[in-house]
């Protein structure tokens, strides 16, 4: 079974800056994919970042250029960078983990999440 941690949340004033972790127990280019999902109060649970390993990432256009994915398959961690934070990106974060029929871990695996407040 795969474990998916993340880290790295807590509360900050907008404009500021936060670095999420998210840590997998297997090799993360064992998967097709990684990426970071956000569910606010209310609301549905949305793609904020994802990037494959090939190193083509994606994001939602509501954070573009604000926030950065990278991954460091050495450590099997994957970040998310999230700058000019807004009230708005409040939301608990989650890490995912995507594995495709033909990779050598299949399925999704998830992380219990991170909360991110964003307050002055």
């Known amino acids: 079974q795969v474990q998916i941690v993340e880290s790295g949340g807590g509360l900050v004033q907008p404009g500021g800056s936060l670095r999420l972790s998210c840590a997998a127990s297997?090799?993360?280019?064992?998967?097709?994919?990684m990426g970071w999902y956000r569910q606010a109060p209310g609301k549905q649970r949305e793609l904020v970042a994802y990037?494959?390993?090939?190193?083509?990432?994606t994001y939602a256009e509501s954070v573009k250029g604000r926030f950065t994915i990278s991954r460091d398959n050495a450590k099997n961690t994957v970040y998310l960078q999230m700058n000019s934070l807004k009230p708005e990106d409040t939301a608990v974060y989650t890490c995912?983990?995507?594995?495709?029929?033909?990779?050598?871990?299949?399925?999704?695996?998830w992380g219990q999440g991170t909360q991110v407040t964003v307050s002055s």
């Open positions: 995912n983990a995507d594995g495709r029929y033909w990779t050598k871990i299949k399925g999704d695996y």
């Open positions: 297997a090799s993360i280019d064992s998967f097709y994919a």
């Open positions: 990037i494959t390993n090939g190193g083509s990432t």
